[in-house]
């Protein structure tokens, strides 16, 4: 560990590969979004397009509402810095940065929980109807999908013995493919919270802001300029982050295991690929699938946490004494 | 280590002690309370020093010939376990007496209020330290007892209401069943280890058959004063009632000492664990620990939503000791050590968050004399800093990093993760599922604490006394500022604690976390750094670098004004919304009351007549399922025997000449 720590060009990596995950994010909403409006035969938005809203919105003068009070001010930094400090630990390009010891995948939940704390409450602070029933709706989701993130992360922690993501990453690299049930739960678990987690279709429709069963752009109804891009840059790094999180603990090739610059560059292509992979299949299921009814979201829920659990257990009856 | 110095100030506490109970009573009336209140910080502190004192190795004992029976003395053992419990205890206190003469400033001139208040806060400290402290099963009982009576008291402080009546002999009640079941469970490992001296008990040899029988009794008897599932009933009503000082107390210290006594007799006292009890513990942990937090979403009424809480933060800390049990029982003694500093950390976290939430309820109450959450709200505005530090404390309840709540279940996380190292499946199996729970739990508690937050602090007030709500004294401030420092501490700086805490392994199984500390300070690594590791001063240091930067950077913007305007409300209200439209307490859970619909006694009724009303009522479960059916049997078996009540004194004294010849058979 001491080693790992005191190397300034490992923690310069980690800086660096916090920035990046920082600068795609927009990319992976556009893709989505590009993707998406193509399947639906409309041309779409440049790639380009979040970040030139982002730009916008940062010019703009901020609005607060006269009901609030220095909680709803504070809340974006709180909400945009905790999902940054999630990002900056969960491995991008290469494993073993030392970032990764900061904090574990159950850290890693908390920051999450975090960052909604605080924005469940800023979407109370006006006290307007829609801010209240954003806040109780992603109580609900959370609370149901929190524990099912965890014990899905826990079953691939178990069998790598570590709850360190840089650690479960490299274990999963070392044992090459092998086919576990428990895998297949766990991958399934994830999947279900990923799309509960980032407000996606068929729980939530980011696309929409008058629809009495959304959730997250009711919280965030109130706020505008700087604030709101704040959130919504929250909201972006949050899909990356839960993209990033699939596609390298379950699909982990191509990820960097020393910091040479042709195996890092190997890292960014592949991971890359995957995120394009995965934000086609999203583009795909928000197309085909309709969004549900509040309370059917439960059961989707329910869902994942069963499988989660299921993979958990299936890990430690069937896996761990064979 | 015998350290004189430690011995001196535990008794320099007791006797403070005594002082300010004696001082309540005759004390003068003039600023009494002060005086009062000046005392019991002094002799908090020095228990608090006392604690530390043995924690870091310097320990004491005393044997007292001139207390107790001519064969049956008295002692106190101040050893690392009890010094832990013992600085928890003073801490606690200490952060009440500053709160103390503030908070009571409206009995200032009620000498009886007063004076009864202060009598039985004094004696229930006493009585807490005291059961910390005794080193023998006789001291033991009379000082839980003290405890027990002392607190019942305090709840019963406004009698008028009948409701609190009934509440305080509930409290009462349960608390005598709970002391006759460890009374029993003593009676076990005294018969066995020939005398009633913890020490003789340590030597007693017993079959695991009467083990389990005496781990059985604790364990109830405990349980019930720790409010486990289902024998919690009297928490809810007991702690609301009190004064708000002293629920601070109870639920903080109180049940603690409950924990200290279970893992006292359990731990110390049995020695050779068995992990069908592990199992036992560690189900009923998690289903105390999901239930509370369910029922105390439906609360509306703050000091019982808190209550509540207290039944679910007990079950983590049984969790915690469950996992302890199971893997120390399958000779894992590392994983089972995590697991009791796991439950050692959590009770420490819920002392100070819960103590610090109540102290905050004890605010709102004092200023605008309102319990209920739907009568609430803007109250962030009208009392800042008791609007900081209560956001402080559902932080460290809700379990979000950096704080201290977090800590302590990430700690009880590491311990279920390492279930794979068991042998057999039952355990393997149970353990992630009580891992779920725990999960599920903590995403429900920041669910109740958001509820409690927004609908008490933020907006607007929705009744007139809180609409003037003022801000809180400085006394009272000062309070709930310590405690609230100490939950950022205690969350940022887990290593430090982890150091102290490892005493209490040391001296129970010779076996501590020396891993866990191994990387310096920084860096949390419960078993080894590559299982897990966590840098809580790093996320703190980065959270506030992000902010900075972008407060900077945005500071730089060409437009950085920020203009004050109307709520938008997707262009809904005309005007400003009123405060009747903001969502309410009952409204926010209202899903998840939706859900978990079953676990609840649920009675909604809408009635339509010129204006719809909606009525709620969430009773508890464990009411129809458990006291009413044993209260049934009691009544049934009471009517069987009842026949031997005639009325008649030849019968009666029959029945006793029977009895004495009985008795006399048996132990001839």
């Given at each position: 560990m001491a080693d790992l720590l005191n190397s300034p060009a490992a923690w310069g990596l980690a800086l660096v590969q916090g920035l990046l995950f920082l600068l795609a994010a927009p990319l992976l909403t556009a893709w989505v979004r590009r993707v998406k409006a193509r399947l639906q035969n409309r041309r779409g938005a440049p790639l380009l397009q979040p970040y030139r809203d982002l730009y916008k919105l940062f010019a703009k003068e901020a609005m607060v509402a006269r009901t609030t009070s220095g909680l709803f001010l504070a809340a974006p930094y709180i909400v945009f810095g905790s999902t940054l400090l999630a990002g900056a630990v969960v491995p991008l390009l290469a494993v073993n940065l030392p970032t990764a010891a900061i904090a574990d995948v159950i850290v890693l939940a908390g920051f999450f929980a975090l960052g909604r704390f605080f924005l469940t409450l800023a979407g109370m602070d006006a006290g307007t109807a829609f801010g209240g029933m954003g806040a109780s709706r992603e109580m609900l989701v959370s609370a149901l999908a929190e524990p099912a993130l965890l014990m899905a992360v826990f079953t691939l922690a178990m069998t790598a013995h570590s709850t360190n993501l840089s650690s479960v990453v490299a274990y999963q690299l070392d044992a090459g493919l092998v086919l576990r049930p428990s895998y297949l739960f766990a991958l399934l678990g994830l999947v279900l919270v990923a799309i509960a987690e980032t407000g996606r279709i068929p729980v939530d429709n980011p696309a929409t802001h008058l629809e009495l069963t959304m959730i997250h752009e009711a919280m965030i109804l109130e706020y505008s300029g700087r604030h709101l891009a704040l959130m919504e840059g929250a909201a972006q790094l949050k899909l990356m982050i839960y993209g990033v999180l699939i596609s390298n603990i379950f699909f982990p090739w191509g990820i960097a295991t020393e910091f040479t610059p042709a195996a890092l560059l190997l890292g960014l292509v592949a991971i890359t690929a995957k995120l394009a992979l995965l934000g086609v299949l999203l583009a795909v299921a928000e197309t085909v699938l309709a969004k549900m009814r509040l309370f059917r979201a439960p059961e989707f829920l329910n869902m994942a946490l069963l499988f989660s659990v299921l993979g958990l257990l299936s890990h430690v009856i069937l896996e761990v004494g064979a | 280590m015998n350290s004189p110095i430690v011995?001196?100030?535990?008794?320099?506490s007791l006797v403070l002690l005594l002082v300010a109970a004696l001082w309540a009573v005759i004390g003068p009336q003039a600023r009494g309370r002060h005086i009062f209140f000046g005392v019991l910080l002094l002799a908090s502190l020095s228990a608090l020093v006392a604690g530390l004192g043995a924690l870091l190795g310097h320990t004491a004992s005393a044997e007292y010939p001139a207390l107790g029976l001519p064969w049956l003395h008295w002692h106190l053992t101040l050893d690392p376990l009890a010094g832990f419990f013992l600085a928890l205890i003073g801490l606690i206190s200490t952060a009440v007496s500053l709160y103390g003469p503030d908070y009571l400033l409206e009995h200032r001139h009620d000498r009886t209020a007063l004076g009864h208040l202060g009598f039985f806060t004094a004696l229930f400290v006493l009585g807490m330290e005291l059961v910390v402290l005794a080193g023998d099963a006789f001291a033991f009982m009379v000082a839980w007892e003290l405890m027990s009576l002392a607190s019942y008291f305090l709840v019963v402080f406004r009698h008028e209401q009948a409701a609190n009546r009934r509440a305080a002999f509930l409290y009462l009640l349960m608390a005598q069943i709970g002391g006759l079941f460890i009374l029993l469970g003593f009676g076990v490992l005294a018969s066995f280890g020939g005398g009633f001296a913890f020490d003789?008990?340590?030597?007693?040899?017993?079959?695991?058959?009467?083990?389990?029988?005496?781990?059985?009794?604790?364990?109830?008897?405990?349980?019930?004063?720790?409010?486990?599932?289902?024998?919690?009933?009297?928490l809810p009503e007991a702690h609301p009632v009190a004064p708000s000082h002293v629920s601070a107390l109870m639920s903080g210290v109180m049940l603690k000492v409950a924990v200290y006594g279970f893992i006292r007799f359990v731990f110390d006292l049995i020695g050779d664990l068995q992990w069908q009890w592990g199992v036992v513990v560690l189900a009923v942990g998690s289903v105390s620990a999901l239930m509370g937090v369910l029922y105390a979403l439906m609360q509306h009424d703050l000091k019982r939503l808190l209550?509540?809480?207290?039944?679910?933060?007990?079950?983590?800390?049984?969790?915690?000791?469950?996992?302890?049990?199971?893997?120390?029982?399958?000779?894992?003694?590392?994983?089972?050590?995590?697991?009791?500093?796991?439950?050692?950390?959590?009770?420490?976290?819920?002392a100070l968050f819960k103590s610090l939430l109540f102290l905050g309820a004890g605010a709102i109450l004092h200023t605008s004399h309102e319990r209920d959450l739907e009568r609430m709200g803007g109250l962030l505005r009208r009392m800042p800093w008791t609007g900081l530090f209560f956001l402080v404390g559902c932080l460290s309840i809700s379990a979000l990093p950096p704080f201290n709540g977090f800590v302590s279940e990430w700690l009880t996380f590491q311990t279920a993760l390492q279930a794979w190292s068991l042998e057999g499946g039952v355990m393997r199996s149970l353990i992630p599922i009580a891992a779920a729970m725990l999960a599920l739990t903590g995403a429900l508690a920041a669910a109740c604490f958001v509820k409690v937050y927004g609908v008490a602090f933020l907006w607007q007030a929705r009744s007139r006394p809180v609409r003037r709500a003022r801000p809180t004294p400085l006394?009272?401030?000062?309070?709930?500022?310590?405690?609230?420092?100490?939950?950022?501490?205690?969350?940022?700086?887990?290593?430090?604690?982890?150091?102290?805490?490892?005493?209490?392994?040391?001296?129970?199984?010779?076996?501590?976390?020396?891993?866990?500390?191994?990387?310096?300070?920084l860096w949390l690594t419960p078993l080894s750094a590559r299982t897990a590791s966590y840098a809580a001063p790093i996320v703190v240091i980065a959270l506030a670098a992000v902010w900075l930067l972008g407060v900077w950077w945005l500071r730089r913007l060409a437009v950085n004004r920020i203009r004050v305007y109307d709520p938008w409300d997707c262009g809904f209200a005309s005007s400003i919304p009123r405060p009747s439209m903001q969502y309410t307490a009952t409204a926010f859970t209202q899903p998840i009351r939706r859900i978990f619909g079953v676990l609840f006694h649920l009675d909604e009724r809408v009635e339509r007549g010129e204006e719809i009303r909606y009525q709620l009522q969430v009773g508890d479960r464990a009411w129809g399922l458990f006291y009413q059916p044993v209260e049934r049997i009691i009544r049934a078996a009471a009517r069987r025997i009842g026949f031997l009540q005639s009325g008649q004194v030849r019968v009666y004294l029959g029945g006793a000449l029977m009895t004495l010849l009985v008795l006399l058979w048996l132990i001839s």
């Amino acid at each position: 560990m001491a080693d790992l720590l005191n190397s300034p060009a490992a923690w310069g990596l980690a800086l660096v590969q916090g920035l990046l995950f920082l600068l795609a994010a927009p990319l992976l909403t556009a893709w989505v979004r590009r993707v998406k409006a193509r399947l639906q035969n409309r041309r779409g938005a440049p790639l380009l397009q979040p970040y030139r809203d982002l730009y916008k919105l940062f010019a703009k003068e901020a609005m607060v509402a006269r009901t609030t009070s220095g909680l709803f001010l504070a809340a974006p930094y709180i909400v945009f810095g905790s999902t940054l400090l999630a990002g900056a630990v969960v491995p991008l390009l290469a494993v073993n940065l030392p970032t990764a010891a900061i904090a574990d995948v159950i850290v890693l939940a908390g920051f999450f929980a975090l960052g909604r704390f605080f924005l469940t409450l800023a979407g109370m602070d006006a006290g307007t109807a829609f801010g209240g029933m954003g806040a109780s709706r992603e109580m609900l989701v959370s609370a149901l999908a929190e524990p099912a993130l965890l014990m899905a992360v826990f079953t691939l922690a178990m069998t790598a013995h570590s709850t360190n993501l840089s650690s479960v990453v490299a274990y999963q690299l070392d044992a090459g493919l092998v086919l576990r049930p428990s895998y297949l739960f766990a991958l399934l678990g994830l999947v279900l919270v990923a799309i509960a987690e980032t407000g996606r279709i068929p729980v939530d429709n980011p696309a929409t802001h008058l629809e009495l069963t959304m959730i997250h752009e009711a919280m965030i109804l109130e706020y505008s300029g700087r604030h709101l891009a704040l959130m919504e840059g929250a909201a972006q790094l949050k899909l990356m982050i839960y993209g990033v999180l699939i596609s390298n603990i379950f699909f982990p090739w191509g990820i960097a295991t020393e910091f040479t610059p042709a195996a890092l560059l190997l890292g960014l292509v592949a991971i890359t690929a995957k995120l394009a992979l995965l934000g086609v299949l999203l583009a795909v299921a928000e197309t085909v699938l309709a969004k549900m009814r509040l309370f059917r979201a439960p059961e989707f829920l329910n869902m994942a946490l069963l499988f989660s659990v299921l993979g958990l257990l299936s890990h430690v009856i069937l896996e761990v004494g064979a | 280590m015998n350290s004189p110095i430690v011995l001196a100030l535990t008794h320099l506490s007791l006797v403070l002690l005594l002082v300010a109970a004696l001082w309540a009573v005759i004390g003068p009336q003039a600023r009494g309370r002060h005086i009062f209140f000046g005392v019991l910080l002094l002799a908090s502190l020095s228990a608090l020093v006392a604690g530390l004192g043995a924690l870091l190795g310097h320990t004491a004992s005393a044997e007292y010939p001139a207390l107790g029976l001519p064969w049956l003395h008295w002692h106190l053992t101040l050893d690392p376990l009890a010094g832990f419990f013992l600085a928890l205890i003073g801490l606690i206190s200490t952060a009440v007496s500053l709160y103390g003469p503030d908070y009571l400033l409206e009995h200032r001139h009620d000498r009886t209020a007063l004076g009864h208040l202060g009598f039985f806060t004094a004696l229930f400290v006493l009585g807490m330290e005291l059961v910390v402290l005794a080193g023998d099963a006789f001291a033991f009982m009379v000082a839980w007892e003290l405890m027990s009576l002392a607190s019942y008291f305090l709840v019963v402080f406004r009698h008028e209401q009948a409701a609190n009546r009934r509440a305080a002999f509930l409290y009462l009640l349960m608390a005598q069943i709970g002391g006759l079941f460890i009374l029993l469970g003593f009676g076990v490992l005294a018969s066995f280890g020939g005398g009633f001296a913890f020490d003789a008990m340590r030597e007693a040899v017993l079959s695991p058959l009467w083990a389990s029988v005496a781990f059985g009794l604790a364990f109830v008897g405990f349980g019930m004063k720790a409010g486990l599932v289902p024998l919690h009933a009297w928490l809810p009503e007991a702690h609301p009632v009190a004064p708000s000082h002293v629920s601070a107390l109870m639920s903080g210290v109180m049940l603690k000492v409950a924990v200290y006594g279970f893992i006292r007799f359990v731990f110390d006292l049995i020695g050779d664990l068995q992990w069908q009890w592990g199992v036992v513990v560690l189900a009923v942990g998690s289903v105390s620990a999901l239930m509370g937090v369910l029922y105390a979403l439906m609360q509306h009424d703050l000091k019982r939503l808190l209550a509540y809480h207290s039944v679910e933060n007990i079950g983590i800390i049984f969790i915690g000791l469950g996992l302890g049990i199971i893997f120390l029982a399958s000779g894992q003694p590392l994983p089972g050590v995590l697991g009791l500093v796991a439950a050692l950390y959590h009770c420490l976290n819920h002392a100070l968050f819960k103590s610090l939430l109540f102290l905050g309820a004890g605010a709102i109450l004092h200023t605008s004399h309102e319990r209920d959450l739907e009568r609430m709200g803007g109250l962030l505005r009208r009392m800042p800093w008791t609007g900081l530090f209560f956001l402080v404390g559902c932080l460290s309840i809700s379990a979000l990093p950096p704080f201290n709540g977090f800590v302590s279940e990430w700690l009880t996380f590491q311990t279920a993760l390492q279930a794979w190292s068991l042998e057999g499946g039952v355990m393997r199996s149970l353990i992630p599922i009580a891992a779920a729970m725990l999960a599920l739990t903590g995403a429900l508690a920041a669910a109740c604490f958001v509820k409690v937050y927004g609908v008490a602090f933020l907006w607007q007030a929705r009744s007139r006394p809180v609409r003037r709500a003022r801000p809180t004294p400085l006394g009272m401030r000062l309070g709930q500022g310590l405690l609230a420092l100490l939950c950022l501490l205690a969350g940022v700086f887990p290593t430090g604690l982890l150091q102290l805490l490892d005493a209490v392994p040391q001296q129970l199984f010779g076996q501590g976390l020396t891993e866990a500390t191994a990387h310096g300070w920084l860096w949390l690594t419960p078993l080894s750094a590559r299982t897990a590791s966590y840098a809580a001063p790093i996320v703190v240091i980065a959270l506030a670098a992000v902010w900075l930067l972008g407060v900077w950077w945005l500071r730089r913007l060409a437009v950085n004004r920020i203009r004050v305007y109307d709520p938008w409300d997707c262009g809904f209200a005309s005007s400003i919304p009123r405060p009747s439209m903001q969502y309410t307490a009952t409204a926010f859970t209202q899903p998840i009351r939706r859900i978990f619909g079953v676990l609840f006694h649920l009675d909604e009724r809408v009635e339509r007549g010129e204006e719809i009303r909606y009525q709620l009522q969430v009773g508890d479960r464990a009411w129809g399922l458990f006291y009413q059916p044993v209260e049934r049997i009691i009544r049934a078996a009471a009517r069987r025997i009842g026949f031997l009540q005639s009325g008649q004194v030849r019968v009666y004294l029959g029945g006793a000449l029977m009895t004495l010849l009985v008795l006399l058979w048996l132990i001839s």
